[in-house]
């Protein structure tokens, strides 16, 4: 395990092979009594023995967590939290990552939240912040949860990946008797070579809404009738009056009894603001829930002011770096999605703000993919929901016919018309969270956009007539143009790779509609040596 002090920041780095003789062994000891030992590749075999080793893993780390009794690991594992989150604005701001890696430091800000959370159900004894020996105590006991935390979510990307693709990996033994998971087929190449290549890239490069963080601090100002700066200060103001310590903890009663007073309001409201904002053992999920429900609003990743019962009391325990990240997150992670803390929900305020932001989120994806349209001179039609029809009443498709197409999108130089539906998707970063997309997509998108395909390919001579009316064009015909369907995204998924229909990214659709870029075919070598060109839908 090593201790870098980086940029002023002190970070644990991840060290995979310090336990392998230890859990990963135990592991294989566990799968191998209870399914034997040999090569798995049947879809449930392999999904039952993925789902027992993520049991496995959870119990260690949660036994880990549970043998803390007294306050001092947890105010550790905050600091350690906290100097992670200016480590990262230092890299975002340009610094160098150093002798970090990229992956293992974000699994290891995750597993310090999964920690910090969990501590909430702990009846604490008071502690001091861990000097000497006790920090390097607390280091080794961090970095066996930093092993067992990254074997969590791997077997939890594994299992959601078996679950969408089906007989996606094989489980078999080295001649150490310890476990592997391999990708069955192509699938490996296609995941390191296309799926893992191409994402970093499509993430960076997506569209999101600037205004995001000063419209939720304004309609937090508008409906609790605060000033969101002032009631975030207080929690500062009152941490000064005990210590100037980052890691001063306070009872949360009296934050709200505080903002009540200053600002004139309803100590219910004052107290609905805080507890949105909080997270302890009443609204915490369980580890389990924590790692299946990433994106949940009952996480510290959105609620900052972790609450812990120490010696019988409630105290709070509140980072500025915390504050400041977790309003980013919820901002562009959270509200335009229907999504707040259900305590800001009693407020009928914040409701209706919140269905707005939800209304309005499809239209900032929409107005980027105009904008490339407009600049490239494409013939298109947006929003449509019904057609200009000559000497007639329009027809209206809004219905059972087709229902409304965001994008109707005439390529002369293919002779194509496409036809696509937008989805302006939270960001996912994980195999769980692409799960409930590709769910949502196979479902429900896919039905939707081939009524709308299917119509529009039975009635081009009615989409012809409306664009010579719009555009007012005498002589054009796209009676022999083939139509495609597609969706635009903003942020990658998994359905990218493996739906009925192509789904180009922002990142990728100026470059996709002039034919730089295509899906990429990959050569594979089967078992047999037999080479195969594996083209999109690359997990089928």
């Known amino acids: 395990m090593a201790r870098l002090n980086i940029h002023g920041n002190i970070i644990l780095t991840f060290e995979f092979e310090a336990y392998v003789d230890v859990y990963w062994k135990e592991l294989s000891e566990f799968i191998i009594e209870k399914y034997g030992n040999k090569v798995f590749d049947d879809n449930n075999e392999v999904e039952a023995i993925l789902l027992d080793s993520f049991d496995f893993f959870l119990k260690k780390f949660q036994s880990l967590i549970e043998e803390e009794k007294t306050f001092s690991f947890f105010l550790y594992t905050f600091f350690l939290n906290e100097q992670s989150w200016d480590f990262l604005i230092k890299i975002r701001s340009g610094h160098s990552l150093g002798e970090v890696n990229e992956n293992d430091f974000s699994i290891y800000r995750r597993v310090l939240k999964l920690i910090l959370e969990q501590g909430c159900d702990i009846d604490l004894a008071w502690g001091d912040f861990p000097t000497g020996a006790q920090v390097l105590g607390f280091d080794e006991k961090i970095q066996k949860l930093y092993y067992l935390g990254s074997w969590i979510y791997t077997f939890a990307e594994q299992i959601a990946y078996q679950k969408m693709i089906g007989n996606a990996h094989t489980v078999d033994f080295d001649s150490a008797n310890l476990i592997g998971v391999e990708w069955q087929k192509h699938y490996g190449k296609v995941y390191t070579e296309i799926v893992e290549s191409e994402i970093p890239e499509d993430y960076s490069n997506g569209v999101y809404d600037i205004n995001a963080v000063r419209d939720i601090k304004a309609a937090l100002n508008s409906c609790f009738k605060i000033d969101y700066d002032e009631a975030t200060s207080i929690i500062f103001q009152v941490k000064r009056h005990f210590s100037n310590s980052d890691l001063q903890t306070i009872e949360p009663y009296v934050l709200p009894i505080n903002l009540s007073y200053i600002k004139g309001i309803e100590t219910i409201d004052a107290e609905n603001f805080y507890n949105g904002m909080s997270i302890s053992r009443t609204n915490k999920l369980s580890l389990q829930d924590a790692i299946l429900k990433p994106y949940s609003t009952e996480r510290y990743m959105y609620r900052p002011i972790l609450i812990y019962c120490i010696d019988g009391v409630d105290r709070a325990l509140i980072g500025e770096g915390k504050l400041t990240e977790s309003l980013y997150i919820l901002a562009n992670n959270a509200i335009s999605w229907n999504t707040i803390p259900k305590e800001w929900k009693l407020n009928k305020c914040m409701v209706r703000f919140m269905s707005r932001k939800g209304n309005e989120h499809d239209k900032i994806l929409e107005d980027e993919i105009e904008a490339l349209l407009l600049k490239n001179k494409y ?118 790779y493996n739906g009925t229909y192509k789904a180009i990214t922002i990142n990728k659709l100026e470059s996709f509609l002039l034919g730089e870029y295509s899906l990429p075919v990959l050569e594979y070598q089967d078992c047999s040596g037999n080479v195969i060109n594996i083209h999109h839908p690359y997990f089928k």
């Open 379 to 496: 013939r298109y039609c947006r929003n449509i929901k019904s057609f200009k029809r000559p000497n007639q009443n329009n027809l209206n498709i809004d219905n059972h016919l087709a229902g409304e197409i965001d994008f109707i999108i005439v390529d002369d130089s293919a002779r194509k018309i496409f036809v696509a539906d937008s989805k302006y998707n939270k960001s996912k970063y994980e195999a769980i969270g692409y799960r409930t997309d590709y769910s949502n997509f196979l479902k429900s998108y896919e039905r939707q956009l081939s009524r709308k395909v299917n119509w529009i390919r039975d009635n081009k001579i009615i989409l012809q007539e409306h664009l010579k009316i719009i555009y007012n064009l005498s002589d054009f015909s796209i009676t022999t143009y083939d139509v495609e369907g597609l969706f635009f995204i903003n942020t990658p998924t998994f359905y990218m």
